[in-house]
T-cell receptor
Framework: EAGVAQSPRYKIIEKRQSVAFWCNPI?????LYWYQQILGQGPKLLIQ????????DSQLPKDRFSAERLKGVDSTLKIQPAKLEDSAVYLC??????????????FGPGTRLTVL | EDKVVQSPLSLVVHEGDTVTLNCSYE??????LLWYKQEKKAPTFLFML????IEKKSGRLSSILDKKELFSILNITATQTGDSAVYLC??????????FGQGTRLTINP
């Protein structure tokens, strides 16, 4: 079974530029998550989708970050304009939806963003 | 505010040693606690704990949850260099939302 795919793996941009990341979840996984992991910290949830609807975006800085999952499969996360503090690894994860119990999240390899 | 705190933040031991990693939490609507291993980028799942006092074991790794005192420990016995990684603790808030701790960086020297 193919895992969660992300691209690009690395990105270096200057502050105030725009950047986009792409994620393709495991086939059949209805729930998709984007996390931000700053160096030395644990991942922080930015946004959670179920199919193409947003479940939780309470920690997404909406003035500069946006995300979409138009057809309920792959997703893009955009930052516009980027700030120095956005330098981090952006992790995508996906999970099945089975009842109300916790469903294991499978993580992709991440995209390391460096903002200069 | 939800809080997951891991200790120590960093640990260096020799191969063959036993290590204990700690995780304490304050989370509303707690459901379960999970441990992940992060070697390069993607965290990989180790354990999920939902009941107090029941040890989960996988090879040289074991973990236990104390829901009264709001903490968990992860033990690794007979450590190997391949155990070097960041170990992340996370709690589920509600059914799906994960709140992570800051991680413990474990280094095993030969």
């Amino acid at each position: 079974e193919a895992g969660v795919a992300q691209s690009p793996r690395y990105k270096i941009i200057e502050k105030r530029q725009s950047v986009a990341f792409w994620c393709n979840p495991i086939s059949g996984h209805a729930t998709l998550y984007w996390y931000q992991q700053i160096l030395g910290q644990g991942p922080k949830l930015l946004i959670q989708f179920q199919n193409n609807g947003v479940v939780d975006d309470s920690q997404l800085p909406k003035d500069r970050f946006s995300a979409e999952r138009l057809k309920g499969v792959d997703s893009t996360l955009k930052i516009q304009p980027a700030k120095l503090e956005d330098s981090a690894v952006y992790l995508c994860a996906s999970s099945l939806v089975r009842g109300r119990s916790y469903n294991e999240q499978f993580f992709g390899p991440g995209t390391r963003l460096t903002v200069l | 505010e939800d809080k997951v705190v891991q200790s120590p933040l960093s640990l260096v031991v020799h191969e063959g040693d036993t290590v204990t990693l700690n995780c304490s939490y304050e989370v509303t609507n707690f459901r379960s606690l999970l441990w992940y291993k992060q070697e390069k980028k993607a965290p990989t799942f180790l354990f999920m704990l939902t009941s107090s006092g029941i040890e989960k074991k996988s090879g040289r790794l074991s973990s236990i949850l104390d829901k009264k005192e709001l903490f968990s420990i992860l033990n690794i016995t007979a450590t190997q260099t391949g155990d070097s990684a960041v170990y992340l603790c996370a709690v589920t808030r509600g059914a799906q939302k994960l709140v992570f701790g800051q991680g413990t960086r474990l280094t095993i020297n030969p």
